[in-house]
């Protein structure tokens, strides 16, 4: 079945040590995702990609970044994690231009922060 | 973005119809209504979708009335397993961003 894949689910990463979390989609879909999900609060948009084009939220610290080399994959890097950054990771994809707006998304990553 | 208000919590008993309302007072001519259910630990899924009038779908039903500046999720028959948080999100269909409201945490109970 066409899916979002992240890896790992559960993330543990020591504070200011550089932790990477990917992302794979088998949908073809050009639009990619991530979002930070704060335990009892809403998913919160930190970038997205629209194919190559990167597009970071006005409110996204520097301390995140992305890559996506190909389609397929996208990857999220925190360069020095704090111990604020211990959240759930969302990674999503949606197909542009279709006439029903609909974001898939992946299961996400649960980083902890010690 | 338009902003959305939800209830922040709903509860229901097994077997009955829900209805979740959000407000959209700022929405704009092209923006779409769409609805999520996120379960625990898990990642939002899509529910429906509508612009205007009344959307339904084998898993719910989006009530939009006239002017457009609320809409109401309809849950026929809920059943535990549709115990989640609902969130309402208005954008158009071109954009490539969304923002997520608060959010109404349902709870059916046996």
């Known amino acids: 079945d066409a899916m979002v894949i992240q890896n790992p689910r559960y993330q543990v990463t020591q504070f200011g040590k550089p932790v990477t979390l990917s992302c794979s989609q088998t949908l073809n879909h050009n639009v990619m995702y991530w979002y930070q999900q704060k335990s009892s609060q809403a998913p919160k948009l930190l970038f997205h990609y629209y194919d190559k084009d990167f597009n970071n939220e006005a409110d996204t610290p520097d301390n995140f970044q992305s890559r996506r080399p190909n389609t397929s994959f996208c990857f999220l890097d925190i360069r020095s994690p704090g111990l604020g950054d211990a959240a759930m990771y969302l990674c999503?994809?949606?197909?542009?231009?279709?006439?029903?707006?609909?974001?898939?998304f992946g299961p996400g990553t649960r980083l902890t922060v010690t | 973005l338009a902003k959305t208000t939800q209830p922040i919590s709903m509860d229901s008993y097994e077997g009955q119809e829900v209805n979740i309302t959000c407000s959209h007072n700022?929405?704009?001519?092209?923006?779409?209504i769409t609805w999520y259910q996120q379960f625990p630990s898990q990642g939002p899924r899509f529910i429906i979708q509508g612009y205007k009038t009344k959307v339904t779908n084998e898993v719910a039903s989006l009530f939009i009335p006239a002017d457009r500046k609320s809409s109401t999720l309809s849950l026929p028959r809920v059943s535990l397993s549709d115990t989640a948080v609902y969130y309402c999100?208005?954008?158009?269909?071109?954009?490539?961003?969304?923002?997520f409201g608060t959010g109404t945490k349902l709870q059916v109970i046996p």
């Open positions: 999100l208005v954008g158009d269909m071109g954009y490539q961003k969304v923002t």
């Open positions: 999503a994809t949606s197909r542009d231009g279709v006439s029903s707006y609909e974001q898939y």
């Open positions: 700022n929405i704009a001519t092209n923006d779409y």
